[in-house]
């Protein structure tokens, strides 16, 4: 082989599988001596990849775990595999990785040879998977041309649904892709509204970048939190619960306020910068995008609110340890109370009066739906 990339190519492939090559073996492998082994190993190693020789009867030659990921090379079912893991997770399958399986699919899916491409849809579209919130699903092709535009800063046409019927078609700048961990959302600035917009993934349809680029605006605020915003739309309450945990066990939802703290941080979460009601426009979230059961803004389970967490003191039922969390909501008290009791620890309602009511009657329908 005198193709010396074509070579180092064939060489990395062979060192990506975990076992150890002896260079007699490279060599024979791709017919050149050993000494173009040697030059060869060396070359791979300017590049960044770490390759570690050892020596004696039994030594040889393996690629072991560096300081950076380096660039993999797959055959075809690696990659159809991988594919097909990527929209599984950009489907929800997996909490917490669907935002990078999105990036990563965008990627794969760039170079992915048309034979590949064709096995991944086949595959795709002959399972099924499990939905989680109201079961809204998004073509996770969808979601890779709203990331790629994104990425690139290209404008975005596509078609949109609203929750009463309506159609329209859409010209956008868009910002961010946003998992609520049930539903993505886009947040994007809408060319003919001259506004900032939320618009529901799920509902959009036709996406197409245009072309032509576009300066990024600046968004007065994180975009989870203008998502976050825009679905507490409507008449809020204030809630104050006690939990029989620590503040790093609650789930994402409750602690989203304190994200960028870590679980290590101070357990009192006060609003970060911009988000005072004068930083920032009011967010609009285009019809069809609440998420309640009754198709009130903020309604569902990915309304999360902005809480604040205090650990210790007297919080809880009887002067003890745990945590209470105070925090501002639309939600129904009724779908409220059973998120509040799926947290899968010991909890209890201080206020308001009407969550109390709605503790008391989940109460009650599942101790009788228990039976005798």
Do not use: N
């Amino acid at each position: 082989m005198t193709d010396t990339p074509a070579r180092l190519l064939s060489l990395l492939s062979l060192l990506q599988t975990p076992r150890e090559w002896p260079g007699s073996e490279l060599a024979e492998r791709l017919r050149v001596s050993a000494r173009t082994i040697r030059r060869d190993i060396d070359r791979l190693r300017e590049l960044g990849y770490p390759v570690e020789a050892t020596l004696g009867a039994e030594g040889g030659y393996r690629l072991v775990a560096g300081a950076a990921m380096p660039p993999l090379l797959l055959d075809d079912e690696e990659t159809v595999a991988i594919a097909v893991g990527l929209r599984a997770g950009a489907g929800h399958a997996i909490e917490g990785v669907e935002e990078a399986s999105v990036r990563a699919l965008a990627k794969l899916e760039q170079v992915l040879p048309g034979r590949l491409r064709h096995r991944v849809s086949a595959l795709q579209s002959a399972t099924v998977a499990v939905t989680r919130g109201d079961g809204a699903s998004v073509d996770p092709r969808t979601l890779t041309a709203i990331a790629s535009a994104v990425a690139g800063s290209e404008r975005l046409r596509f078609a949109y649904l609203a929750g009463d019927g309506a159609r329209s078609r859409r010209l956008v700048e868009p910002y961010r892709l946003v998992s609520t961990g049930s539903r993505w959302y886009l947040v994007a600035y809408d060319m003919e509204r001259a506004d900032w917009r939320t618009f529901r993934v799920d509902r959009m349809s036709e996406p197409g970048a245009t072309g032509a680029r576009y300066a990024v605006r600046d968004l007065p605020m994180e975009a989870v939190e203008f998502v976050r915003r825009g679905l507490r739309g409507g008449e809020t309450y204030g809630v104050d619960v006690w939990f029989g945990c620590g503040p790093g066990e609650l789930p994402g939802w409750l602690r989203a306020a304190g994200a960028g703290a870590g679980p290590e941080a101070a357990p009192r979460v006060e609003p970060g910068p911009g988000a005072g009601p004068e930083a920032a426009p009011a967010p609009r979230v285009e019809p069809g995008a609440s998420a309640g059961p009754e198709g009130g803004a903020g309604a569902g389970p990915e309304a999360a609110p902005a809480p604040r967490v205090e650990a210790g003191g007297s919080a809880g039922p009887e002067g003890g340890g745990g945590v209470r969390v105070r925090f501002e909501t639309a939600d129904a008290p009724e779908w409220l109370v059973a998120r509040l009791a799926l947290v899968g620890v010991p909890f209890r309602v201080h206020a308001p009066e009407s969550l109390v009511d709605a503790a008391r009657g989940l109460g009650a329908r599942l101790a009788q739906a228990a039976g005798p």
